[in-house]
């Protein structure tokens, strides 16, 4: 019964989302407030109705329903409480449901925080919003069904795949569709200020936080389904080129683009037509992500089975969003006339390089990732575009990103003298050769592109601090007057200062991680020792061990560096009971140093087992930097906390003068 | 909002702005320029096509070079070498079968009769010499590749493509 109630709730939704839709339009173009409060209870009515229905299927899971087929199919009784939630969102049905979900809560958020925006630009975004979420509702109705029932019910579930059995995985999916749904917001804004035939500096305010909020959640979702595939999947690598990581990470080159470019937008009323288009395409991207993981076309490592119908189908729905779109933007934007204008050096300057890199990026990425594709459709030869690929077009395109990252900020609007900055960078400089010449001298392989990695790092950072220490007078003031200017800094000036700062953490450890890794396999019998990154590891036999739904064999570790205490580990290779499926668990010493990460493949004839010892140089300082990152996007977003609720309250000079005060 | 660079007319400025945005434009040709050009040696280097144990069989393919294979993994063909590091196995697609080894730990959903795609190098005697097995989340899942070889050769099986709803 309750099924049935979620069933007909999303039903009910996509009626309210076309009345959304019909009056948000009808009520901007002939000006009628009543029609377009229509628009704005609609919005509510769908985020209640998408609620009831995600809750149905909550209590289909918790409650262990298994005449609910998608129950059956993803969850068991014996499964802990947590899993039986996050198995809501573990299978293909269920996610796209969270998908609405999150698409109503944001819709539903313009419609209630907007009452300072002209209200047929909000109308219109509202209608925009309810143009998608009937497109996913549709799809949802039409070809995933998450309530359809199985006669007779089975007495016991198949079980959720285990490998999605575990705590960063039960937050990985809700972060990322956070991240892919927030950037509809900005799309929305985008195609109704096409309609509206105007972009300024309050639309700008409003697109900048919905695009931060987005992002942030977008960056920390990757991170987290890095940090998973490297705890989680024992191959011992934290990103691999994969097609479905690129789904993701090609929105977030754009986005991280838009974030920029909005802020040209607001501040200096230019780079406006870009905008409106990234903010396209960065939606775009995030459908296309969808569609590639759901439709099953691409062999990734990611691969679930799936139906063709469903790819045919997003595929659709891909071409009307995104075609629309920017046939939209081709009739409209020259209309939209230029900002004001800046030399090549400023910091809109610096801003407009920040997008071009990011984008040609983004294009070398999705050549890479969809090349494979349209080559198979043309003459039908399979190939596939690894990882060499990517190092080889990405790494180039990234490096001068990095370098112009640590003098962009220091680049003041319109026209910036650019050997000043460089002459604020003399330390920076003269630290960033010196590490460059130890990491020459002291590492062995790979020297030249360790130097090259971490010398980058070190130059970001220090043009981070360079920054800050310019914007509260280090060396000029006394301390005390330092810190209290300190205190006072703007929150999104933190914030960049933490986003950027993070990334430059991100690339210490990614080098490390790509240059430096041990890897060694071999067949280990119980009371050998061998050597891994400075630690002695001796095995010490297998036991048996029983979890609540599955058995597993436990290897013992025991490793030991120099004279430090040693340390337990213990790595499992676990079968599941119920679907009968076989994972593996890694042991893994995390420290600062890096990580030393056991695997235990499997029995051998003569008793021993076969063992992958690796040793991670750094590896945290990836989630570390990515961590820092998520953490600068939301103090930025704090910053404007006010901003969101109220964009237009406060006057462009308020704003102005609440920025500059600190720095004077 | 001042005027930016407050000399000059409309002229000038309008001259200005079309000279700015050609400058802004001429860098981000110089810039897909480059991007092309990294792609398109990176894609020579680094793109690698996949083969049936039957292509195999027919083509000649220069060992060493890097391919990917795939098809079902033959009952009862696992074999453990070298102690146990090195695992070898055969892979069909029906019509014709290729000797496999990988040294290292295989994926948890590797099985004997599932499918497989493996990436690695032809030996010159012969065999397939794997880096990397792929793994899959779901073991139902039939790589697109493999259901494709094994319909080439006749051999597909509705049951085997049948897939999770």
């Given at each position: 019964m309750i099924a049935e109630l979620g069933h007909f709730a999303l039903t009910l939704a996509l009626a309210f989302a076309l009345a959304q839709a019909a009056f948000g339009f009808a009520g901007a173009s002939k000006g009628r407030l009543d029609w377009m409060g229509a628009s704005r209870s609609a919005a509510f009515m769908q985020l209640i109705l998408i609620a009831v229905a995600f809750g149905a299927l909550t209590h289909a899971y918790v409650t262990s329903d298994f005449s609910v087929k998608n129950v059956v199919e993803n969850s068991n009784s014996l499964k802990p409480l947590i899993y039986k939630i996050s198995g809501v969102w573990g299978n293909h049905e269920g996610s796209m449901v969270l998908w609405v979900l999150v698409l109503a809560l944001l819709g539903s958020a313009v419609a209630l925080f907007?009452?300072?925006?002209?209200p047929s630009l909000r109308s219109r975004v509202l209608a925009v919003q309810a143009l998608i979420g009937i497109g996913f509702l549709l799809f949802i109705l039409l070809t995933s069904n998450p309530f359809e029932r199985v006669f007779p019910a089975p007495a016991d579930g198949r079980d959720l795949n285990p490998l999605l059995q575990d705590p960063g995985l039960a937050i990985h999916p809700p972060m990322l569709y956070v991240g892919y749904v927030g950037f509809s917001i900005a799309f929305s804004f985008a195609i109704a200020a096409l309609i509206e035939g105007k972009v300024d500096a309050a639309w700008a305010r409003w697109v900048r936080p919905w695009t931060l909020l987005a992002w942030s959640f977008l960056t920390g979702g990757i991170a987290l389904g890095s940090w998973w595939a490297y705890y989680e999947l024992g191959w011992g690598g934290w990103w691999y080129w994969d097609p479905v990581e690129n789904a993701s990470f090609m929105p977030w080159l754009v986005g991280t683009a838009l974030l920029h470019s909005s802020i040209v937008v607001e501040k200096r009323d230019s780079l406006k037509s870009w905008t409106v288009l990234l903010a396209i395409l960065t939606f775009s991207l995030s459908l296309i992500g969808t569609f590639l993981v759901r439709s099953g076309v691409l062999t990734s490592v990611h691969a679930f089975a799936t139906d063709p119908d469903r790819g045919v189908f997003i595929l659709g729905l891909l071409c009307i969003a995104i075609g629309g779109g920017l046939a939209l933007y081709a009739w409209r934007a020259p209309k939209m006339g230029g900002g004001g204008m800046f030399q090549p050096i400023s910091r809109e300057g610096a801003l407009l390089l920040n997008n071009l890199l990011l984008t040609t990026a983004a294009a070398t990425v999705f050549l890479g990732t969809l090349y494979p594709l349209v080559l198979e459709a043309i003459n039908g030869s399979k190939i596939s575009v690894g990882p060499p690929y990517f190092n080889a077009t990405f790494v180039p395109l990234m490096a001068p990103l990095v370098a112009a990252l640590a003098v962009g900020p220091l680049l003041g609007w319109k026209r910036a003298d650019l050997a000043g900055a460089l002459g604020r960078l003399k330390a920076t400089a003269g630290a960033t050769i010196a590490i460059f010449v130890i990491v020459l001298w002291a590492a062995g392989e790979n020297a030249v592109w360790g130097a090259l990695g971490i010398g980058i790092a070190v130059w970001l950072a220090g043009g981070v601090l360079t920054e800050l220490a310019g914007r509260v007078g280090l060396g000029k003031h006394p301390l005390g007057e330092v810190g209290r200017r300190l205190i006072g800094l703007p929150r999104s000036a933190w914030g960049m200062s933490f986003a950027h700062f993070g990334l430059a953490i991100f690339i210490l450890g990614a080098t490390a991680m790509s240059l430096w890794q041990e890897e060694k396999i071999l067949v280990m019998k119980s009371g050998q020792t061998a050597e891994v990154g400075g630690y002695d590891v001796t095995f010490n036999g297998v036991q048996d061990k029983r979890g609540p739904n599955y058995v597993a064999l436990r290897g013992l570790f025991l490793a030991k560096r120099g004279d430090s205490t040693p340390l337990n580990l213990i790595a499992e290779k676990r079968r599941y009971v119920v679907g009968g499926q076989e994972t593996t668990e890694a042991a893994i010493h995390n420290s600062w140093r890096g990580d030393l990460y056991i695997v235990m493949g499997g029995a051998n004839e003569d008793a021993g087992q076969t063992v992958r010892l690796y040793f991670m140089p750094l590896v945290n300082w990836i989630w570390l930097g990515t961590l820092v990152m998520v953490l600068g996007g939301f103090i930025s977003l704090s910053d404007r906390r006010l901003r969101v609720g109220a964009p237009a309250r406060k006057s462009t000079s308020d704003q102005r003068g609440a920025e500059a005060a600190p720095a004077e | 909002m001042s005027e930016p660079l407050n000399e000059g007319s409309g002229v000038s400025r309008t001259r200005r702005r079309k000279r700015q945005r050609l400058y802004a434009v001429l860098a981000g040709l110089i810039l897909l320029g480059t991007a092309a050009a990294l792609v398109l040696n990176a894609l020579e280097d680094s793109v690698v096509f996949f083969h049936s144990p039957s292509d195999i069989k027919e083509k000649s393919i220069a060992a060493g070079q890097r391919i990917r294979i795939g098809g079902l993994v033959e009952k009862g063909s696992i074999k453990k070498e070298e102690g146990g590091v090195v695992t070898a196995f055969t892979v069909s697609d029906g019509a014709a079968t290729l000797k496999v080894t990988y040294r290292g730990i295989l994926p948890d959903l590797f099985r004997e009769g599932q499918g497989v795609v493996a990436q690695g190098a032809l030996q010159p005697n012969g065999t397939f010499s794997a880096s990397e097995v792929l793994a899959k989340h779901d073991e139902n899942y039939m790589p697109p590749e493999v259901a494709d070889a094994l319909k080439r050769s006749g051999h597909w099986k509705e049951k085997q493509g049948k897939m999770k709803q």
């Open positions: 907007g009452s300072n925006l002209p | -």
